[in-house]
């Protein structure tokens, strides 16, 4: 899912891993 929204897809990945 790289290339749409990939502002909201970092976020939201980065968070995630952190998170985690």
């Known amino acids: ?3 749409d929204g ?3 897809c970092g ?3 980065l ?3 952190v998170i985690s």
């Open 1 to 3: 899912i790289e290339g």
């Open 15 to 17: 968070g995630f891993y």
């Open 6 to 8: 990939g502002d909201v």
């Open 11 to 13: 976020v939201l990945f």
